[in-house]
């Protein structure tokens, strides 16, 4: 059993930073991807960034340039830079994992940490 646990999360002001962090914990797994996704109250959740193994990424296009996604392979972990936050980007932010087997996909999320973005 694997379990997510982001922390960083946190109260800043407009043109603050922070920086998250997703550590797994139980079992763990060589994940294939790794990242982050955010959901915002009465909004879908929705991409922010995601990581391969191998160094690929994929950004939410609007964050690109704000946003930096890094992971560590040999321990699992992965870390997001938010650099001048804006209160638009209040939500709550959600680590996720995949890996594969065979032909099948499991997917593992956090339980999400918030962050808030106001003066």
């Known amino acids: 059993q694997v379990q997510l646990v982001e922390s960083g999360g946190g109260l800043v002001q407009p043109g603050e930073s922070l920086r998250l962090s997703c550590a797994p914990s139980g079992n763990i797994f060589n994940f294939y991807a790794m990242g982050w996704y955010r959901q915002a109250p009465g909004k879908q959740r929705e991409l922010v960034a995601v990581?391969?193994?191998?160094?690929?990424?994929n950004y939410e296009e609007s964050l690109k340039g704000r946003f930096t996604i890094s992971r560590d392979n040999a321990k699992n972990t992965v870390d997001l830079q938010m650099n001048s936050l804006k209160p638009e980007d209040t939500a709550v932010y959600y680590c996720?994992?995949?890996?594969?087997?065979?032909?099948?996909?499991?997917?593992?999320w956090g339980q999400g940490t918030q962050v808030t973005v106001s003066s």
């Open positions: 990581m391969g193994r191998s160094g690929w990424t």
């Open positions: 996720y994992a995949n890996r594969n087997i065979g032909g099948t996909s499991l997917d593992y």
